[in-house]
């Protein structure tokens, strides 16, 4: 019986290290994807409800002296986890946004910039507005004037979010 027992022991303790040396490889390999996939370059919640957060991914100059602006907005509520808002079923959120809070300031000008126009009045942008299900996501842009080259960094502004400063421009 004895035997028996030092045998179970050892296989347990066996077993033990075996989950321990692969639980331990398991975070390297989700660091690893994590890297994968482009890092915001700034995030915020949602000032009407904080399961909605906005992700910015790039702000680029373009050809024709133009700055395009990218960001994302993500209902990071789980589909039937009541979300951080309250109990129950997790539900949609609705976004909307109002031109004249969608710009860039440039902190080494001073100046404001606001999304640019086509010969048409019509604003260059896919900013999108609705509703947003627990667990999506949508992407939106604008283009605007773009800065000096002697500027490297903005503040971006979109409606319902706190600014977003000190964005690096990429070339």
């Known amino acids: 019986m004895s035997r028996i027992l030092r045998w179970g022991g050892a296989a347990a303790v066996a077993v033990s290290l075996l989950v321990s040396a692969a639980s331990a490889q398991r975070p390297g390999q989700q660091v690893a994807q994590a890297a994968a996939a ?12 904080p399961d909605l957060r906005c992700d910015i991914l790039e702000v ?54 606001t999304i640019i126009t086509d010969p048409s009045g019509a ?33 971006f502004t979109t409606t319902g979010f706190a600014p977003f400063e000190d964005l690096p421009i990429s070339q």
């Open 38 to 49: 482009p890092a915001a370059l700034g995030t915020d919640q949602y000032s009407e409800n």
């Open 60 to 113: 680029k100059r373009a050809s024709g002296g133009a700055l395009l602006i990218r960001w994302r907005m993500v209902n990071t509520a789980a589909a039937g986890a009541g979300g951080l808002t309250g109990g129950g079923e997790a539900k949609p959120i609705h976004y909307t946004f109002r031109w004249d809070d969608v710009y860039y300031t440039d902190p080494a000008e001073n100046k404001k910039y």
């Open 123 to 155: 604003r260059v942008s896919g900013i999108w507005e609705g509703d947003l299900l627990p667990g999506q996501q949508r992407l939106s842009w604008a283009k605007f004037a773009a800065p000096p080259v002697t500027s490297i960094k903005i503040s």
